[in-house]
């Protein structure tokens, strides 16, 4: 298994930016697909953005669409999310979760997840 660990979550407001981090331990990180999922009070544990075991692929929410950036960084076992154009919807615990292969945008798929970190967008 992978244990992961989130931070870089605050507080910003309307139209900031925040780029949140991942960190990985263990010596096979690069076996795992990894995604960000987010979720706010009263609502649902929901998919934000994925990316493959290479970085070649990636899948993102329509919600974040052009918004934030995922990538990873193999050689440092990390995975960001970069958050521009951050609105008030957007404030929710953000998760990040490894599976083993093949990129997904399943929750259910996957096996692993950070303690999460909160983002807070001020309107």
């Known amino acids: 298994q992978v244990q992961l660990v989130e931070s870089g979550g605050g507080l910003v407001q309307h139209g900031g930016s925040l780029r949140l981090s991942c960190a990985a331990s263990?010596?096979?990180?690069?076996?795992?697909?990894m995604g960000w999922f987010r979720q706010a009070p009263g609502k649902e544990r929901d998919f934000v953005a994925a990316?493959?075991?290479?970085?070649?692929?990636?899948y993102y929410a329509d919600s974040v669409k052009g918004r934030f950036t995922i990538s990873r960084d193999n050689a440092k076992n990390t995975v960001s999310l970069q958050m521009n154009s951050l609105k008030p919807e957007d404030t929710a615990v953000y998760y990040c979760?490894?599976?083993?292969?093949?990129?997904?945008?399943?929750?259910?798929?996957?096996?692993?997840w950070g303690q999460g970190t909160q983002v807070t967008v001020s309107s």
């Open positions: 979760a490894a599976r083993l292969a093949l990129i997904s945008t399943g929750r259910d798929d996957y096996a692993y």
């Open positions: 990316i493959s075991v290479s970085g070649g692929s990636t």
């Open positions: 263990g010596r096979t990180f690069n076996r795992y697909a």
